[in-house]
């Protein structure tokens, strides 16, 4: 053979899955995978890999001159060739798993001198015959672009990409097992490339240059769908994903969830946070958070509205109603304005004012969140009836008129805006409304109001259509702006399909929270990163603007719907994630002084964006505090599913500062406003 003659060389079954070499005897390229005989992509035929230097734009392809067979699966084809009189040595190690529509693919490389400014490019295509988009937590979502380099805060080190019409649905990236993307090493300086039409998907290594000394390896792998639904899709690869790696969340134990619950219990009773008469400060620690988050209020109020019946505790049935109050007086009220029962998220400890301004960021009346606080107002006001005969109209009206406000927010497409300007109409664009879609069942169900059912409807329809679509899932942080990339909407929309499931029977509704739950799982990290010393494992990108590695549980059911998925599917994993995020919320846990039992807003910082030390690296650094929001909602979860409980019904020492008033609806503690 003279290296002219094609490549018969093919791995796999052509009933699943196979992986076609191209090029000639001695001239071998990578080719690609097929499915069903249908090739994913436009296959390469240049080379196995090549290298490219960024600032000249010279490529150089590396091609195979030897092939070793090991079986009907798998071939490693090698090669060597000189870039600027260096001598580099490679080879791809290329092995099909049928049961799992994957390749998995070993490249190595070493060079016997300087390369400065060489990158290793990878791809699995050479070109484009069909639109494509791609998904890159936290970076890209429904994206037909990505440009990061280095690759930081991703979860599982991989991305989605997908036929537009998710006939083919693929995830391309790096085996967990290595050392990937480690700041401390060469891994760190990886990223990915994709440009719809003109860049192929690809890995490219070695930013700054390759060097000798080094055994370059990058194990990748490429799992293949044709499920033809963007939700199936997700599940099929996800699976795929985990059989391939073995993955399995690991072990932790910090303490029981009882034990994290009375540690809450008595931080939230001593704390400085608290604002008689009003409610909690949000956080501890940062300038900008000066001020009471009346978005989780009536959460608040109804978590201890249960601590007060688990334990006849008056201290904690006087802070539910003096909170309930507050949030009442922050409602608009003027029958003839536009905005006429929507209510403020915030009281700001300086101005002594309401506002919707957050952190001052982002300011408008919040539709998901006024839909929040009226689900949890009528949750309240029915406990309390239920419980003492006492009838607070008061709350059920201002809730009502909140959920009626909402109601008139819709866009056209069916969503909610994030925000809606405080004097006129103006919205931003649709979001997910994680908080809104599970919250209008359940306001339909205490009212009786069948509107709110049918605007749940509307809701859906949008997430359908649009977010699960083009798996795009934004707008959850008040504070940021409405096309922030983040992962706490989806457990909102999770929620409603495990509600709905539970409704109906119908398992349809059952197989999109898996769908979205497996979504949500390529997001987080998925095992423990070598350079950092507090847990990884389950953490993930809190969200575009504060990269950091979080375990939040943050206004949605992040911990019930894992355990209810456990429950319904009976799939062990969802069992263990709820284990594992369980354990990492108590970790970041505050044990002592005036906040113990608070949690901190971050487990670690693997990439230093949000490091202040610019001589001592601060992978571990922790963040502000939280008396409310996760550790809050939390708690809340882990009382509603039975898993935690606290003492026996007593009564309370005084605590200065909390007075009696507001017990039977009457006049909460005088407070300057």
Same mark, same amino acid.
């Given at each position: ?8 060389? +093919?791995? $796999?079954?052509? @009933?699943?899955?196979?992986? *076609?070499? #191209? ?8 080719? %690609? ?43 490693? +084809?090698? $090669?060597?060739? @000189?870039?600027?009189?260096? *001598?580099? #040595? ?8 049928? %049961? ?71 995830l391309f990236g790096i085996d967990p097992s290595s050392d990937y993307l480690n700041p401390t090493t060469w891994t760190g300086d990886t990223g990915f490339f994709f440009m719809d039409g003109v860049w192929v998907p690809q890995l490219r290594l070695g930013g700054a240059g390759l060097v000798p000394g080094i055994d370059y390896e990058l194990p990748m792998h490429l799992i293949a769908s044709t499920a033809g639904e963007s939700m199936a899709a997700v599940t099929e690869l996800v699976e795929a994903w985990i059989m391939l790696t073995g993955f399995e969340p690991e072990s932790l134990f910090v ?121 949890y107002m009528l949750q309240v006001w029915e406990r309390v009836r239920a419980a003492e005969g006492l009838d607070r109209q008061d709350w059920y009206e201002a809730a009502v008129r909140a959920a009626d406000w909402v109601l008139r927010q819709r866009n056209p497409d069916g969503g909610l805006p994030q925000k809606v300007s405080l004097e006129g109409d103006h919205r931003s664009i649709s979001v997910v409304s994680g908080r809104a879609l599970p919250a209008m069942p359940i306001i339909a169900d205490i009212t009786g109001d069948d509107r709110y059912r049918a605007f749940a409807g509307s809701l ?214």
């Amino acid at each position: 053979m003279d290296g002219t003659e094609p490549l018969d060389l +093919v791995l $796999g079954s052509p @009933d699943a899955v196979t992986w *076609r070499f #191209a090029g000639g005897a001695t001239t071998m390229a990578l080719g %690609g995978m097929e499915v069903h005989g249908e090739p994913v992509a436009p296959p390469v035929t240049e080379g196995l890999f090549w290298l490219y230097h960024e600032a000249s734009g010279r490529r150089v392809w590396l091609t195979g001159s030897d092939v070793e067979h090991r079986g009907s699966d798998r071939a490693v +084809v090698s $090669g060597e060739a @000189d870039v600027d009189r260096v *001598r580099c #040595a490679y080879r791809i190690d290329v092995a099909i798993d049928a %049961g799992n529509r994957a390749a998995k693919l070993v490249a190595s490389w070493r060079v016997d001198g300087d390369l400065p400014g060489w990158q290793a490019c990878f791809a699995y295509q050479s070109g484009f015959r069909h639109p494509w988009s791609c998904h890159l937590y936290p970076f890209a979502a429904g994206s037909k672009f990505v440009s990061e380099s280095p690759l930081t805060y991703v979860g599982v080190p991989s991305t989605l990409l997908y036929r537009d019409d998710f006939s083919i649905a693929l995830l391309f990236g790096i085996d967990p097992s290595s050392d990937y993307l480690n700041p401390t090493t060469w891994t760190g300086d990886t990223g990915f490339f994709f440009m719809d039409g003109v860049w192929v998907p690809q890995l490219r290594l070695g930013g700054a240059g390759l060097v000798p000394g080094i055994d370059y390896e990058l194990p990748m792998h490429l799992i293949a769908s044709t499920a033809g639904e963007s939700m199936a899709a997700v599940t099929e690869l996800v699976e795929a994903w985990i059989m391939l790696t073995g993955f399995e969340p690991e072990s932790l134990f910090v303490r029981s969830p009882s034990e994290a619950l009375e540690l809450f219990l008595q931080g939230r009773r001593r704390t400085t946070m608290w604002q008689p008469g009003i409610g909690y400060q949000l956080e501890e620690g940062d300038p900008d958070s000066d001020f009471v988050y009346l978005g989780e209020q009536p959460l608040s109020a109804y978590f201890e509205y249960l601590i007060y019946e688990m334990t006849g505790d008056d201290l904690w049935r006087r802070r539910c109603f003096e909170q309930m109050d507050w949030v009442l007086r922050g409602q608009n009220l003027s029958r003839d304005h536009i905005h006429y029962g929507a209510i403020h998220t915030a009281f700001d400890l300086r101005t002594r004012e309401f506002d919707s301004d957050d952190r001052g960021a982002n300011v408008g009346y919040k539709p998901d969140l006024n839909a929040y606080m009226a689900r949890y107002m009528l949750q309240v006001w029915e406990r309390v009836r239920a419980a003492e005969g006492l009838d607070r109209q008061d709350w059920y009206e201002a809730a009502v008129r909140a959920a009626d406000w909402v109601l008139r927010q819709r866009n056209p497409d069916g969503g909610l805006p994030q925000k809606v300007s405080l004097e006129g109409d103006h919205r931003s664009i649709s979001v997910v409304s994680g908080r809104a879609l599970p919250a209008m069942p359940i306001i339909a169900d205490i009212t009786g109001d069948d509107r709110y059912r049918a605007f749940a409807g509307s809701l859906e329809r949008f997430v359908r259509s649009v977010a699960e679509a083009r798996l795009v899932f934004v707008g959850h942080h008040p504070d940021l702006p409405p096309d922030e990339i983040e992962e706490a909407s989806i457990w909102g929309v999770i929620e409603y399909w495990l509600d709905m499931f539970e409704r109906t029977g119908d398992r349809e509704y059952l197989d999109r929270a898996v769908g979205d739950a497996h979504l949500s799982l390529l997001w987080w990290c998925p095992k423990q990163l070598s350079w950092v010393a507090n847990p990884t494992q389950c953490a993930s990108a809190e969200q575009q603007h504060f990269l950091q590695y979080s375990i939040y549980c943050y206004q949605n059911r992040k911990l019930q719907c894992l355990h209810r998925l456990h429950t319904h599917t009976g799939m062990p994993i969802f069992r263990g994630l709820f284990d594992r995020v369980l354990q990492g919320i108590f970790w970041t846990q505050v044990t002592e002084g005036d906040l113990m039992g608070a949690t901190h807003e971050r487990i670690c910082d693997p990439w230093l964006a949000r490091d202040d030390h610019e001589d001592e690296p601060e992978f571990n650094s922790l963040g502000t505090i939280y008396m409310g929001e996760q550790s809050l909602d939390a708690m809340l979860q882990l009382i509603e599913m039975g898993e935690a409980t606290v003492g026996t019904r007593t009564r309370s020492d005084h605590v200065p500062g909390d007075g009696i008033h507001g017990i039977h609806g009457g006049e909460a503690p005088s407070v300057e406003v």
